[in-house]
């Protein structure tokens, strides 16, 4: 289930990120722990994430997937094995959020993109989805809520 898409102007958001290229079977073997090594980095660093963890997906391929995960912070990250400091950029983007389970959300991207079309606007070639509620907060899929975001180079 998605919530209405908008157009919202995103702020710069500081963050600590591993970059990742892999095959698209491989994403669910390489997030778990990329993710738990962004988590001790900036915990090491005296840090604490400023929001939920995301996927920042950087070019768009059926075949592999080339996209950063990490968390936003409120100060710059030092580089730490294959974490390194990043941004999420200040931009316009369409924005819904999807309710359910991971498995949903092809198909959650696929309406996001078809709302863009149809409301005369250009996608970039980036996007990102925020996990703002995930396996973490319940086994209940039904409660699982991605923030989902596509930048927009034009916007109708």
Do not use: C, K
Request: charged letters at 20%; glycine letters at 8%.
């Amino acid at each position: 289930m998605l919530d209405s898409p908008r157009v919202v102007r995103t702020d710069e958001q500081l963050t600590a990120v591993i970059r990742l290229t892999v095959p698209r079977p491989e994403i669910r073997h390489v997030m778990g722990p990329g993710l738990a090594e962004v988590r001790a980095a900036v915990a090491a660093q005296g840090l604490t994430p400023t929001g939920p963890w995301f996927a920042h997906h950087l070019r768009m391929d059926p075949e592999v997937f080339d996209f950063e995960i990490g968390v936003p912070v409120s100060a710059e990250v030092a580089p730490s094995g294959r974490v390194r400091a990043g941004r999420l950029p200040s931009t316009t983007v369409a924005r819904t959020v999807y309710r359910g389970p991971y498995e949903g959300l092809p198909a959650a991207w696929g309406e996001l993109m078809a709302w863009i079309a149809a409301e005369g606007h250009t996608p970039a070639p980036d996007l990102w989805e925020v996990y703002a509620a995930g396996p973490e907060s319940g086994p209940d899929p039904s409660g699982w809520r991605t923030e989902l975001n596509r930048p927009l180079t034009r916007t109708a």
